[in-house]
Structure formats: structure tokens, C-alpha cells
């Protein structure tokens, strides 16, 4: 009976440690170096099957593994020195280590050799640190592959070093996601553009709409970049201006005259007719984005001054004079297009300008005024946080007057506005 019961225990064990190893042996690793591992590390944190993604230091020798040691301008050319890694642990089952090593060809450079754009030394090499002979064999035919995707578009040998992983070191914490502690900047994107035929859906447009008046080109990459997508929900996915936005890859320019670089994303280019006018790296708060587009948009203007250095307009000028008494409709931040007043709350007050017993809910805000020794109630945009006005207690049977600058208005009949707004849903 005892015999019995150790055998019985035993076949447990052994069952139990079989079944954990069946379920563990599609997890594997790799290690793989593109330049800075801040942005790579976030790449590919955002392909499905990917588990973990920990940015760290390996192939050094004789170098401590520490992001001090390895910036010293005395290992910056050191071919011992530690390189910026990141250490990908994967489920095979979701996603094979050929879409993985097509997402790190794609997303940087590597016919530079220890470099990434201005990020320049040898800790910034491309490599790749494998942990299986079967996992060198696809490494190895998928660069060859590329080599000849590259050399059809004009470029070089790849650099790209391909070796067994000895030693992975975990960076210091405050390099973990260090993307997400960091909202406000950029992702760097040196692709080549160049792209396996396999993973390409990229259409080509045609940028003939932008050699014809002003538009803003944003360039987003075409891989991941969280800076865009926060971009997007904060300033441009509510955006509704007459200015229109056009959506770019670094490598799908064509035609267009740049003078700002494009290898971060988001850029932000101010265009007319072709040409930029100026452009932002990175990504910009609504406040900067507004104020960048007023310079852009309105020039040298009484729509400026007032939008922006809270200017007046003067009594009946030619905007009140062509919004005092248009047909049903909505007026809209000049910048943003977004619904400030309504004709249904306008009411004549004799003072030449436009005024209103109330905003369209939530669309502006109150701050105190003491300007010119006088003690008033500012009315502000909050789409674009331009000045609009002041609020007084003196309107029409006990409502306020809302006292609202025409220069920095648009004006939508209420169809043009709800067919806008279905559109843009």
C-alpha cells in the first residue's frame, strides 16, 4: 500500500511538471537593439502576443551596465561597451519571432553603424541577441531578405549584429516605460520606410490637395507612437477649424518642400501652397497648438490681437456689421470650429457688439479681469483658449450679456453645423 501511494505521488509530480512545461514552451525571449530603447520598448509593448517588454543594457565587456557608464564620452566609441536593448518576451502562439523581427527591421535604420539619427555611439548599435539556433535561422533570412528590399530603394549594407545572448542587464527603473511617465515629447522614428510586401498596407497618397492653399500635415510613424495617439485625443480629434488636416508617413512627402526634420512624431507642419511655413516636433498641448495655428491662420491681424493679447474690436466693425443678423445658426471658434454662442440666445444691445445671454454649454470659461483699473469677467475659449469677450449682469430681463468680439468668429447656418458634426462622428 505504501509502494503504492509513492507511485501514485510520484506520477503526480512527474504530470504536474510536464503539464507546467507544455504550458510554458510557447513563451520565449529575445533581445533586440535599435538606438534608444525608450520608443522601442513601447513599440513593442503595443503588438498583441507580446507579454513583456524591459529596456536594459548587453553585449558589453569590461563596461559596467549602468546608463552613466555607458554614455561616458569615453565609451561612446568603445566596440566593448554596453548596447540600449530591449529585452521581448513573447507567446510564439500569438505572435511568431518573423513578425517580431519585421517590426524591428521596419522601425529603425540598420545600415547605420552605432547611430540612430543624432543619437550617435556605440550604445546605440543594432543588434540582435538570440537564444536558439532556431531563432538565429529566421533572424538571419529575414535580414537577408530586407537587404535586398533595401539595396532596391538606394541603401547600404546592414549593420545589424546578430549574436547568442550571454547576459541581459534590467535599466534603471526610471528607464521602465519611461514613455508613459514622460506624456509630453516625441517618438523617434528613423525607419527607413522601406517595408516586407507581407506587412505593407501602406496606401500612397496623393498630395496634390496640398499645393493648393493652407493645410497642417501631421507626420506620425508606421509603427506605434503614443505622443500621436495622446495628440490626437487631446487636440485633433475634436478639432473642426477651416484649416484642413492631413495625416503623413516621413516617407510619403513627395512633392512637398520640408524644412523641418521628420524623423520625430508627431511633427506638426504649417503648410501653404506646397511649402511649409513652420513646423513643431513633438507633441503640443491644445493651448500650443491653438497659438501656433493663430500665427498661422489669422497673420497680423485685429483677429489676432484680439485672440490672443485680448484686444477689442472696434464698436460696429465689419464682422459685427456681417454677424449681427445672420439666419438661424451656431457661431464657432474661429481657430477650432467648436460651438461658442448661439443665434437662438443673440439679442441686439445697441453697444456694436455681438452679444448673448448665454454660451453653448461648456464651450468657454470665466476668469477675473483687472485690466486697464477696471474689474470685469473675461470670457475665454475652452476649446482653443483664445480671448473672446466679458460677461456683464445687464442683459435682457435679468440675464447676462455676454460681450463677444466678432473678429474671432465663424459663422455655420445650424445645417451646415449638424451635418458637420455627423461627420466628423
Given at each position: 500500500?505504501?509502494?503504492?501511494?509513492i507511485?501514485?505521488?510520484?506520477?503526480?509530480?512527474?504530470?504536474?511538471h510536464a503539464?507546467?512545461?507544455?504550458?510554458?514552451?510557447?513563451?520565449?525571449k529575445i533581445?533586440?537593439?535599435?538606438?534608444?530603447f525608450?520608443?522601442?520598448?513601447?513599440?513593442?509593448?503595443?503588438?498583441?502576443?507580446?507579454?513583456d517588454?524591459?529596456?536594459?543594457?548587453?553585449?558589453?565587456?569590461?563596461?559596467?551596465?549602468?546608463y552613466?557608464?555607458i554614455?561616458?564620452f569615453?565609451?561612446?566609441?568603445?566596440?566593448?561597451?554596453?548596447?540600449?536593448?530591449v529585452?521581448?518576451?513573447?507567446n510564439?502562439?500569438?505572435?511568431?519571432?518573423?513578425d517580431?523581427?519585421?517590426?524591428?527591421?521596419?522601425?529603425h535604420?540598420?545600415?547605420?553603424?552605432?547611430?540612430?539619427?543624432n543619437?550617435i555611439?556605440?550604445?546605440?548599435?543594432s543588434?540582435v541577441?538570440?537564444?536558439?539556433?532556431?531563432q538565429?535561422?529566421t533572424?538571419?533570412?529575414l535580414?537577408?531578405?530586407?537587404?535586398?528590399?533595401?539595396?532596391?530603394?538606394?541603401?547600404?549594407?546592414i549593420?545589424?549584429?546578430v549574436k547568442?545572448?550571454?547576459a541581459?542587464?534590467?535599466?534603471e527603473?526610471?528607464h521602465?516605460?519611461?514613455?508613459?511617465?514622460?506624456p509630453n515629447?516625441?517618438?523617434?522614428?528613423?525607419?527607413?520606410?522601406?517595408r516586407?510586401?507581407r506587412?505593407s498596407?501602406?496606401?500612397?497618397?496623393?498630395n496634390?490637395?496640398?499645393?493648393?492653399g493652407?493645410s497642417?500635415?501631421?507626420?506620425?510613424?508606421n509603427?506605434?507612437?503614443?505622443?500621436?495617439?495622446?495628440?490626437?485625443?487631446?487636440?485633433l480629434?475634436?478639432?473642426?477649424?477651416?484649416?484642413?488636416?492631413f495625416y503623413?508617413k516621413a516617407?510619403?512627402l513627395e512633392?512637398?518642400?520640408?524644412?523641418?526634420?521628420t524623423?520625430?512624431?508627431?511633427?506638426?507642419?504649417?503648410m501653404?501652397?506646397?511649402?511649409e511655413?513652420?513646423?513643431?516636433q513633438?507633441?503640443?498641448?491644445?493651448k500650443d497648438?491653438?497659438q501656433?495655428?493663430g500665427?498661422?491662420?489669422?497673420g497680423?491681424?485685429?483677429a489676432?490681437?484680439?485672440?490672443?493679447n485680448?484686444?477689442?474690436?472696434?464698436?460696429f466693425c465689419?464682422?459685427?456689421?456681417?454677424?449681427?443678423?445672420?439666419p438661424?445658426g451656431?457661431?464657432?471658434?474661429?481657430l477650432?470650429?467648436?460651438?461658442?454662442?448661439?443665434?437662438?440666445d443673440?439679442?441686439?444691445?445697441?453697444t456694436?457688439?455681438?452679444?448673448?445671454?448665454r454660451?453653448?454649454e461648456?464651450?468657454?470659461?470665466?476668469?477675473?479681469?483687472n485690466?486697464?483699473?477696471?474689474r470685469?469677467?473675461?470670457?475665454r475659449?475652452?476649446?482653443t483658449d483664445?480671448?473672446?469677450?466679458?460677461?456683464f449682469?445687464?442683459?435682457?430681463?435679468?440675464l447676462?450679456?455676454y460681450?463677444?468680439?466678432?473678429?474671432?468668429?465663424?459663422?455655420?447656418?445650424?445645417?451646415?453645423?449638424?451635418?458637420?458634426?455627423?461627420?466628423?462622428v
Amino acid at each position: 500500500m505504501k509502494k503504492t501511494l509513492i507511485s501514485l505521488l510520484a506520477c503526480t509530480i512527474f504530470f504536474v511538471h510536464a503539464e507546467k512545461d507544455q504550458s510554458t514552451n510557447h513563451i520565449e525571449k529575445i533581445v533586440l537593439g535599435s538606438g534608444c530603447f525608450w520608443g522601442a520598448e513601447k513599440g513593442y509593448e503595443s503588438l498583441e502576443g507580446v507579454i513583456d517588454a524591459v529596456s536594459g543594457y548587453a553585449d558589453g565587456m569590461g563596461v559596467r551596465p549602468n546608463y552613466r557608464e555607458i554614455t561616458k564620452f569615453t565609451n561612446k566609441f568603445n566596440p566593448n561597451n554596453h548596447a540600449e536593448v530591449v529585452e521581448v518576451t513573447y507567446n510564439k502562439n500569438l505572435i511568431s519571432l518573423e513578425d517580431l523581427m519585421i517590426h524591428y527591421l521596419e522601425s529603425h535604420d540598420p545600415t547605420q553603424l552605432n547611430r540612430q539619427g543624432n543619437d550617435i555611439g556605440t550604445q546605440y548599435r543594432s543588434i540582435v541577441l538570440f537564444s536558439g539556433l532556431a531563432q538565429k535561422q529566421t533572424i538571419l533570412e529575414l535580414i537577408s531578405e530586407y537587404q535586398i528590399l533595401l539595396n532596391n530603394e538606394g541603401y547600404g549594407d546592414i549593420k545589424t549584429s546578430v549574436k547568442p545572448l550571454k547576459a541581459f542587464f534590467k535599466a534603471e527603473n526610471y528607464h521602465q516605460d519611461y514613455i508613459k511617465k514622460n506624456p509630453n515629447g516625441y517618438c523617434p522614428d528613423h525607419s527607413t520606410g522601406v517595408r516586407f510586401a507581407r506587412s505593407s498596407n501602406e496606401i500612397i497618397e496623393d498630395n496634390s490637395d496640398l499645393k493648393q492653399g493652407k493645410s497642417i500635415v501631421i507626420i506620425e510613424p508606421n509603427g506605434y507612437c503614443p505622443y500621436c495617439d495622446k495628440f490626437r485625443e487631446d487636440v485633433l480629434n475634436d478639432y473642426a477649424g477651416k484649416i484642413p488636416l492631413f495625416y503623413r508617413k516621413a516617407t510619403n512627402l513627395e512633392g512637398l518642400i520640408i524644412k523641418t526634420p521628420t524623423w520625430a512624431t508627431p511633427t506638426v507642419l504649417f503648410m501653404e501652397d506646397g511649402k511649409e511655413k513652420f513646423g513643431y516636433q513633438g507633441y503640443l498641448n491644445p493651448k500650443d497648438f491653438y497659438q501656433a495655428l493663430g500665427a498661422f491662420q489669422l497673420g497680423d491681424t485685429e483677429a489676432y490681437r484680439v485672440a490672443f493679447n485680448a484686444g477689442t474690436d472696434a464698436r460696429f466693425c465689419k464682422e459685427y456689421q456681417i454677424f449681427k443678423d445672420t439666419p438661424d445658426g451656431v457661431f464657432v471658434d474661429k481657430l477650432s470650429g467648436a460651438a461658442l454662442f448661439d443665434t437662438r440666445d443673440r439679442f441686439n444691445s445697441g453697444t456694436g457688439w455681438l452679444s448673448f445671454t448665454r454660451p453653448v454649454e461648456g464651450s468657454v470659461y470665466r476668469r477675473a479681469d483687472n485690466s486697464y483699473g477696471m474689474r470685469r469677467i473675461e470670457i475665454r475659449s475652452v476649446s482653443t483658449d483664445i480671448h473672446l469677450g466679458h460677461v456683464f449682469p445687464d442683459g435682457p430681463n435679468g440675464l447676462p450679456r455676454y460681450c463677444i468680439n466678432a473678429t474671432v468668429l465663424d459663422f455655420k447656418t445650424r445645417k451646415e453645423f449638424n451635418k458637420n458634426k455627423k461627420e466628423k462622428v
